[in-house]
């Protein structure tokens, strides 16, 4: 399987600030999403994060909270905008290599918003 | 949009005993169903997944049926140890339409010694 790093693995934000979590895999993937994983739930897809065009959002999510970037076919960040305390997850990067195919995750990057 | 419900939400069985989790999906075109396993502190990570032209996949201890008419697959786990203890997740996406894959809301597995 692949390496899919992330950084930060973990952070304690400030309420009103923005963090960006980047996301690098270890060779070039077809689809690199973002998911969300509160406290004690399943895993939510926020976004697929498209190669040199805006990410494609799931209902609920949205650019101004979430905007996400992929310069290449290696790296993506995900921003978390204004956050508060309901902004605690832990954000997932996940990547496959054609379309069909095994989705990996990261390790994925624990905040929590005090 | 696809929906997937998972049950049970605890499992505990006694090491040795198999465990079954039960998987249900909305969307009929979805065609490709993983499992995750998820230890406490870790990311999930695949265990078994099975595509819609398969009903039945092994691999050693744990085993996913899948029944396309009734849109329900499940996950087998036999003679559990106590190392499969941790929260398993289903999920359901199209595959070859973007790949977007769709949690089931999870089960937490405990194998008591």
């Known amino acids: 399987s692949a390496v899919i790093s992330q950084k930060p693995s973990r952070d304690i934000c400030q309420r009103g600030t923005s963090l960006t979590i980047q996301c690098q895999v270890d060779?070039?993937?077809?689809?690199m999403f973002w998911y969300r994983q509160q406290p004690g739930q399943s895993l939510t897809l926020i976004a697929t994060?498209?190669?040199?065009?805006?990410?494609?959002?799931e209902s609920g999510f949205v650019i101004d909270k979430f905007p996400i970037s992929r310069p290449n076919l290696t790296f993506s960040t995900l921003t978390v905008s204004n956050m508060s305390p309901e902004d605690s997850s832990i954000y997932l990067c996940?990547?496959?290599?054609?379309?069909?195919?095994?989705?990996?995750f990261g390790e994925g990057s624990w905040l929590t918003v005090v | 949009g696809e929906n997937v419900e998972q049950h049970p939400s605890t499992l505990s069985v006694q090491e040795g005993d198999s465990a079954v989790i039960k998987c249900t999906y909305s969307?009929?075109?979805?065609?490709?169903f993983p499992w995750y396993k998820q230890e406490l502190g870790k990311r999930p990570q695949l265990i078994i997944d099975?595509?819609?032209?398969?009903g039945e996949k092994k691999d050693q201890r744990i085993a996913v049926t899948l029944n396309k008419t009734a849109k329900h697959f499940s996950l087998h786990i036999t003679e559990t140890q106590p190392e499969d203890s941790a929260v398993y997740f289903c999920?359901?996406?199209?595959?070859?339409?973007?790949?977007?894959?769709?949690f089931g809301g999870g089960t937490r597995v405990l194998v008591k010694p």
């Open positions: 996940s990547a496959s290599w054609s379309s069909g195919n095994t989705i990996y």
């Open positions: 060779s070039q993937v077809t689809m």
């Open positions: 994060a498209n190669q040199g065009s805006e990410a494609t959002y």
């Open positions: 969307d009929s075109a979805s065609n490709y």
């Open positions: 099975i595509r819609s032209n398969v």
């Open positions: 999920a359901a996406s199209r595959g070859a339409a973007g790949n977007k894959l769709t």
